[in-house]
């Protein structure tokens, strides 16, 4: 997925804000410099609006649990950082030496985080309107949220659904890599459809790597 972001705002000083991690700012003890940790807090308040305006317009006969339900799926933490994962913001994020070293710019937090900074600076630079706009484009709100109103929200099954409805063959998964400690490794595996590798998925279980891999087949269907 590339949508430039960058290119997105008007001031670009509200951008580099949206990157900068607080392990940089405690490191510069600079208190002039500020963290994404603000625009964090607004961007979450804006996709929540977003996301929950269109629940409660596309779902009228949904009760205000279920809204609830089917908007914490789509704005968790883990769906968050996929999102920022395939928007590549980890390579412009402004870290701390330390969180550099501990792998910090693929850290589904730092990405998760900083996606929803991403949405507050784009409200501040733009506006509502801008900020929706990115949301809708960024995250596949329409399709997520159908799924979960099905009772189907695991990728896997997603994918499981689309390949079968299109051949008679069933997506399969093969782990290339396993590295890290073991308390704390990190899975990459390929999702094939027949012996077609489609792509890969990375995560620190071998079923969140899959989980990604067939998340990332999705929007490639």
């Known amino acids: 997925m590339f949508l430039n972001i960058e290119n997105r705002f008007d001031d670009q000083s509200l951008f580099r804000l949206s990157m900068t991690h607080s392990s940089w700012v405690n490191e510069a003890k600079d208190l002039a410099i500020q963290s994404n940790e603000r625009l964090e807090f607004l ?22 649990g279920d809204l609830t339900k089917f908007r914490s799926h789509i704005v968790s933490g883990s769906a968050l950082s996929e999102v920022g994962r395939m928007l590549g913001i980890g390579q412009y994020l402004v870290l701390g030496k330390g969180e550099e070293a501990s792998g910090g710019r693929d850290k589904d937090s730092n990405l998760a985080n900083a996606y929803e900074a991403v949405v507050g600076a784009l409200f501040i630079d733009g506006g509502f309107d801008v900020a929706k706009d990115f949301i ?53 595996v390929e999702v094939l459809i027949g012996e077609k590798v489609i792509t890969t998925g990375k995560g620190t279980s071998r079923n969140r790597a899959e989980m990604e891999a067939a998340s990332r087949a999705l929007e490639m269907l």
């Open 43 to 64: 961007g979450d308040a804006v996709l929540d609006a977003v996301v929950g305006q269109y629940l409660y317009t596309q779902y009228p006969n949904h009760s205000e």
């Open 136 to 188: 809708f484009e960024s995250m596949d709100i329409k399709s997520k949220s159908a799924v979960l109103v099905s009772g189907e929200n695991d990728s896997k099954t997603q994918l499981q659904m689309a390949v079968q409805a299109k051949c008679a063959v069933a997506p399969h998964y093969r782990v290339i890599s396993k590295d890290g400690p073991d308390h704390k490794p990190t899975f990459v």
